[in-house]
């Protein structure tokens, strides 16, 4: 029974290829995490690995983009076409490779170049977004400070402010390290603080910014730095 068992299973690559060196043989015995074989792949591949947090988003199939860094004005497109099942645990970490299949070649890619993979899990068209690290968060509950009465940015030096901000309540939908949806709360345009910076001055004065929360604080501020959504 068991080696009727046997028959039923069979090893495969999940990319076709040439099998260029074999590892272990017939009858021998495989440790967890060990390589069968080493195959020459029809198509270039890109290897990156994944924490337990950021892996379980991830599906085969799923779309990507690559960058390189030898090569500035290259990008290139591919998919995910297998998953480590066993993850790596190194110092209390668990880690999954996960690999991606280029869609085209390109001669100027080399074995071993460092690739910069994004992938993309999820996809929303025509969305209000602003940075992530101006969305806070009260419980369950999210808002950003929005600064009323200023006509518009200061680009990357931001505005000065007497008023203080306002905090609105705002319901978030995809975010990734840098950006994130809002679905209600903002509207385009609206002035957001992504930091505050503090201003010397004389004299103190003290400040209650309003709070939808019940979280506002006082302190001395002369100043507020905010950017618009995008």
Do not use: C
């Not at 518009?152 to 840098?178: F, H, W, Y």
Request: charged content about 15%; hydrophobic content about 40%; glycine content about 10%.
């Amino acid at each position: 029974d068991a080696l009727e068992d046997l028959a039923k299973y069979t090893v495969r690559a999940p990319v076709s290829g040439i099998v260029t060196g074999l590892d272990l043989h017939v009858g021998e015995s495989a440790a967890s995490g060990s390589a069968l074989a080493v195959v020459v792949t029809e198509q270039f591949t890109a290897q990156l690995t994944l924490n337990e947090v950021d892996v379980v988003k991830v599906e085969v199939g799923d779309r990507a983009t690559m960058s390189f860094d030898a090569l500035e004005d290259l990008s290139m497109t591919g998919k995910v076409v297998q998953m480590d099942i066993i993850g790596t645990v190194s110092q209390g970490v668990v880690s999954y490779n996960v690999l991606v299949a280029f869609d085209t070649e390109d001669e100027r890619v080399l074995s071993g170049m460092s690739a910069n993979i994004v992938v993309i899990t999820d996809v929303q068209q025509n969305t209000l977004l602003v940075s992530s690290g101006a969305v806070k968060s009260s419980g369950d509950t999210y808002y950003v400070e929005v600064l009323e009465g200023v006509e518009e940015a200061g680009g990357s030096q931001g505005v000065t402010s007497d008023t203080p901000p306002k905090q609105v309540i705002v319901e978030i939908g995809l975010s990734n390290d840098t950006q994130t949806e809002i679905i209600s709360g903002l509207e385009a345009g609206d002035l957001v603080v992504t930091r505050t910076i503090a201003g010397t001055t004389s004299s103190s004065s003290t400040s209650t910014a309003p709070s939808l929360l019940n979280t506002g604080g006082s302190g001395s501020r002369s100043g507020f730095t905010g950017t618009p959504p995008f």
